[in-house]
């Protein structure tokens, strides 16, 4: 149900936007959303399978951020550059044969200067061999939903005869944004403009110049080769509301972050997001029968709620419980509702849960209270 109603809003928000709002793009593939309910905002052609060049990064880095998380690989590892990774050529930090550097550091000069060098090497890190990684990366894809894609390496180059697989399309690499961006620590190195690798010997300049241009700019890749044209997964946060703007085949780079500009303007402009929260105090729920005599109620869902800007002072949350529960009562188990409205019109319900089990009571307990009961009463 609570995907239904994801994508109902979705397709709603994508409908109201297509006809009221459209934005002045240039890029043939574009896409604008939202990153915490990934609710569409602006459209323009993004199921069309286009080249990714090294936006394709953003699913490397995904895999890495998710090694890390599963302890597969530690920021504490050192990473050795092999033959392979040496050889990568385009964007780069020229690694040599052996090198040895800080996977925080390979990490950094990925995300910051696109360095094909260092994602290859990352790749063999997690995977052992480039090859075994982007087999991971067509899963995650697969996994994701990502329908319409397939790597064919973890850079983005074109890679001779085989590049002309290498395929996306702006949908899907929102989609891998948005999941890259679930991963706090990746921000640590998408809001880096300028740092240095190497002991401070070797610079990097972020090839992102919205990272400085623009405010409230989070990440996250850029990329360009010839068949792909230029690229951007550019996202930025503002008063809590973090939106995602991927432009595919722009034909210049002045054209792609002008129109990741002009699409995160326009979300910005027109959208927020609300939090919906219970009312406090809340009251507790009478267990019939428990150890405990109530439980606590908790928000079992505080997913932010997309909705129009102009709209949000005009929200409010209504809490409703259920009059008693009978024990045993599980964590977790519905014991109410909460309904966010706008005006008078029901935007959201998300359920009440208890915050804590409570188990029924033995008959020596249910004995005993009857006794202190009637002992307070004399």
């Not at 087999?135 to 074109?158: I, S």
């Not at 005006?343 to 804590?356: K, M, N, S, Y």
């Amino acid at each position: 149900m609570k995907k239904l109603f994801c994508a109902l809003t979705a397709l709603a928000l994508l409908v109201c936007t297509a006809a009221a709002a459209p934005i002045e793009v240039t890029a043939p593939s574009a896409i604008l959303i939202e990153q915490s309910s990934g609710s569409v905002l602006f459209d323009k052609d993004a199921n069309v399978r286009r080249r990714p060049a090294s936006v394709t990064k953003v699913m490397t880095l995904l895999l890495v951020m998710e090694a890390l998380d599963a302890g597969q690989i530690s920021w504490d590892d050192t990473v050795i550059a092999s033959a392979e990774a040496v050889k990568k050529g385009g964007s780069q930090i020229y690694l040599s044969e052996g090198e040895a550097m800080p996977l925080r550091d390979m990490v950094k000069a990925v995300v910051v200067s696109s360095a094909n060098d260092c994602a290859c090497a990352l790749a063999e890190h997690v995977a052992g061999s480039e090859s075994a990684f982007v087999e991971r990366m067509n899963e995650r894809a697969r996994e994701l939903n990502m329908t319409d894609t397939h790597f064919v390496n973890c850079t983005g180059l074109d890679d001779g005869p085989a590049g002309a697989e290498h395929l996306t399309t702006a949908a899907d690499i929102a989609i891998m944004s948005r999941e890259l961006l679930k991963h706090d620590e990746i921000r640590e190195f998408t809001t880096i403009w300028m740092d240095t690798v190497r002991g401070g010997e070797f610079g990097l300049s972020n090839t992102n110049k919205l990272v400085r241009f623009y405010d409230g700019t989070t990440g996250l890749k850029t990329g360009y080769t010839s068949a792909a044209g230029h690229c951007i997964s550019a996202s930025a946060m503002r008063d809590g509301m973090e939106l995602i703007a991927v432009v595919m085949a722009a034909p210049s780079s002045a054209d792609r972050f002008a129109d990741a500009k002009a699409m995160l303007n326009y979300g910005f402009a027109n959208y927020a997001v609300y939090t919906p929260a219970m009312e406090q105090p809340t009251q507790a729920v009478p267990v019939v029968l428990g150890t405990a005599e109530a439980v606590t109620p908790r928000l079992d869902d505080d997913t932010p709620i997309l909705m129009e800007k102009a709209k949000k002072n005009a929200v409010s949350c209504v809490t409703e419980l259920d009059e008693s529960a009978t024990a045993p009562v599980a964590e977790g188990q519905p014991i109410g509702t909460l309904t966010v409205r706008v005006g008078d019109q029901t935007v959201a319900t998300r359920p009440l849960v208890a915050a804590f089990a409570v188990p029924r009571m033995t008959w020596w307990q249910v004995t005993a209270r009857l006794f202190s009961q009637i002992c307070l009463c004399e």
